[in-house]
């Protein structure tokens, strides 16, 4: 293999140690957060930063991965290509790059986009001490979008049951009340939890420790599973009045999207780990997104993420068909294709390099 695709890799474990390889090859600075549970096959699971860069940057530039488990297939090869390439190896004065592998170590290692307590990060990021947002639409559809078995005949029934949903309220509708969130059926779909999960304490662990002196901070969130294949968008969850949309709108141009005014292929999805920045970093200049790239129709992402639920609930790794939805989900975030892998790469290194030039201007 050449080029960006050497640096994918096939499995957590391997790309944990392709990204601490090549982190250490580059004289990085390398700290581990280790998860209490295990991989597969036993292996150690961590959060793994590398930081290039002083620590008493001024200016950080942050490039994150696994937020939503599974989908660190391609956002740690992409940090791992980025950190070979030597993107990180003239670091402009006063600034840091700060790469953080595995924020889901556990989603990545099991080949789940969400966490070991079934929840999805990206709605974990709530005060949990109010009343937790509300998602009338899943409620609605709640045994629809959890489908009791996975026979044709109930996918179909439950297939049936969303499109006329879509048809009566729209279908931004529809994708809100799939992809929103929810807070009220702990074993469902697109679970945020009741309370902040091991990633979230552990990520706002790393923002406290390695961002607090920085006066302005950027972070791209590597995600996939959203818009056509190979295709990007940068998702800003604030408005389009806001100075952060507005940055991010110089830098990235029209490729950015904000979900409050409903332009994104995102809904408006509450507790994201954008959230996150702007709770530990109050005062600072923060410019946080999501980096989404597309991988295959949406229909194909939620049977996938159906399938995968379904699955935990019914033996989870234990389940005959344990093996066959693993790659069901990963195929829906991930292309192990070489073109795809190369398109991301380049993407993401422009995008990346776009927020340093931004930031250090």
Known sequence: MTGAV????????????????????????????????KGPSGEELA????????ANASRILGIGSGTHGVEGYCGSGVQ?????EGFAADVPDGTAILFIHAINPYGFAWDRRVNEDNVDLNRN??????????????????????????SPETMAECRARMKAYAAAHGPRAMQHALSAGQYTHPKGVQFGGHA?????????AIIRAEMAAAERIAFVDIHSGLGARGGAEIICTEPETSGAYKRMVEWWGSSVRSTVGGGSISSDVPGSIPVCFADELKGREVTSCGLEFGTVPIAEVTVALQSDNWLHQNGGHENPKAAEIAKLIRDAFYVDADDWKEQVTDTSRWT???ALAGLTS
């Open 125 to 150: 990021f709530v005060d949990h001490s109010k009343p937790h947002p509300e998602n009338p639409g899943y409620e609605e559809l709640a045994d629809a979008i959890n489908p009791r078995d996975l």
């Open 80 to 84: 791992t290509a980025l950190i070979s």
């Open 352 to 354: 990346c390099a776009r």
């Open 196 to 204: 902040p999960v091991w990633s979230n304490r552990t990520l706002r």
């Open 6 to 37: 050497q640096h994918f890799s096939s499995s957590y474990a391997e790309a944990r140690r392709k990204f601490l390889a090549a982190a250490g090859a580059a004289g990085g600075a390398i700290r581990h957060h280790l998860h209490p549970l």
């Open 47 to 54: 959060t793994d930063i590398a930081r290039f860069g002083p």
